[in-house]
């Protein structure tokens, strides 16, 4: 906290967090008092976590199933609030990583937009080890053929290049608060 309470009373607004419950112990005070603050999800989100992450929770940059979709739909209406939501594409066909296949990811923003949920964008993680760039620009052609706004990718070793094409939210944490323990 000691590293992030600096950068709210300098102006910054977006953060983003990994991991619901460590959120809950993290942001609540602090959203509370500050309710210009935008937390965004950018890990993976369980079912069983979603009426956590709906209460605190700006942005959901996970979304990457139906059965998740509907459980978000049901949730934001039992708290009466919207999230915004980012459709995780796992770009590199990795079985390890979460994410819709990109075969699919018409599919799922259709029956999104069928539940009115609110989606803004895409995310992807590329596959470690290798360039960035042709997952980057591809995500960067899925994005505009959906003609979303906003595009998640890029983290602390890649995010020039993500920037470069076309990224509009950045996951660089570790290279400002230093790598997680």
Not at 42 to 69: R, W
Not at 138 to 151: A, G, P, Q, T, V
Request: some cysteine; hydrophobic content about 35%.
């Amino acid at each position: 906290m000691d590293k992030i309470i600096p950068l709210i009373e300098h102006g910054h607004k977006d953060f983003g967090e990994n991991k619901v419950q460590e959120a809950l112990n993290k942001w609540s005070d602090i959203k509370l008092k500050n309710q210009n603050i935008k937390l965004h999800l950018i890990g993976g989100l369980q079912t069983n976590k979603v009426k956590f992450a709906i209460k605190l929770f700006d942005y959901i940059h996970s979304v990457d199933s139906e059965k998740l979709a509907r459980k978000i739909f049901d949730e934001q209406k039992k708290q009466n609030k919207k999230v915004k939501i980012f459709l995780q594409v796992n770009i590199g066909n990795e079985t390890q990583k979460f994410g819709v296949d990109k075969t699919y990811l018409g599919d799922l923003y259709s029956f999104c937009k069928n539940l009115e949920l609110d989606v803004v964008g895409l995310m992807c993680i590329p596959p470690e080890g290798e360039p960035s760039t042709k997952y980057f620009e591809e995500m960067s052609d899925l994005n505009k053929n959906l003609n979303l706004d906003y595009l998640s990718m890029g983290m602390s070793s890649d995010y020039l290049e993500a920037a470069k094409n076309n990224a509009t939210h950045l996951r660089i944490g570790s290279n400002i608060f230093g790598s997680r323990i």
